[in-house]
């Protein structure tokens, strides 16, 4: 470690901070990053030039520590990230690009599972949705295809009614993520319930030429707020949906292609969800099993 150079790190600090590139926002969220890092060099008797990646391990490592000083709790990952990625830009700036150690130092986040709900639930919850009129009817049927065909809020709402094949039996997703399209099979109860939709309500709703399959009791199409209301947490049905394919013996491949998953990494968070499916795969398809 060097000498303290404390006043040429706090110079080059301002210098950071004041620069015309950050916003006042930007200016606002980096300081009390800058200037903590600044103040722990200066106990550690470490110069602005000496830091390296023995450094900021040493910074990272403290910050994940116990208490210290102001700092009230140990602090969580996404916090050390943040404070961590302050720190390099900062060091960018005062040092150039070429100093800064792009060693990944930040401690991994918790890997949450998706809140998939079981199937009892998911019927408790539809079969909650029944009752008299079209808007009723209507709420059925939606709820029924989101979960059926593990559809995002916004690609329920977005469907027109050229969308759903009840011949071929599936559901074209025009408005996927990113601007993805995809084909995915329409379930025999989701199927009932858009026909009755489609037979029994949506005449009554309808008040002018709209080709959207979902639509208000004004005649216009829903927007996302309004399955939000229906179902609080709708995007917990999609993860049922995958949940419960893959506990069903479906394989992560396919479960990507029916959710619209660019990458099998997004979905693979699904095989962390029933161990039990996985070891009910292996004894079924291992010769050693």
Known sequence: MSKSTSVDARSAADRFLDSPALSESTRRAYRGDVEEFCTWLEERRTGLDAVD??????YVAWLGGPRHGRRPRKLAPATIGRKLASVRTFLRHALGPDRVPDARLG???????PDAPA??????????????????????ALVELVYSAGLRSAEAVGLDLGDVDFEQEHVHV??????KERVVPLGEEAALWLGRYLRDA????????????????????????????IVPHPHRLRHAFATHLLEGGADLRTIQELLGHSSLSTTQVYSHVDPRHLRRVYDRSHPRS
């Open 53 to 58: 990646v023995r450094v900021l391990a040493d």
């Open 119 to 140: 199937a009892a639930e998911v019927e408790r919850m539809l079969e909650a949705l029944e009752g008299e009129g079209p808007i009723a009817l209507r709420n059925r």
């Open 202 to 229: 949506r005449p009554d709703l309808a008040t002018g030429a709209n080709d959207a399959l979902f639509i208000s009791a004004r005649g216009r199409r829903l927007d996302t707020s309004t399955l939000r209301r």
């Open 174 to 179: 025009r408005r996927g993520k990113g601007g």
């Open 107 to 113: 401690p991994r986040r918790a890997r949450r599972l």
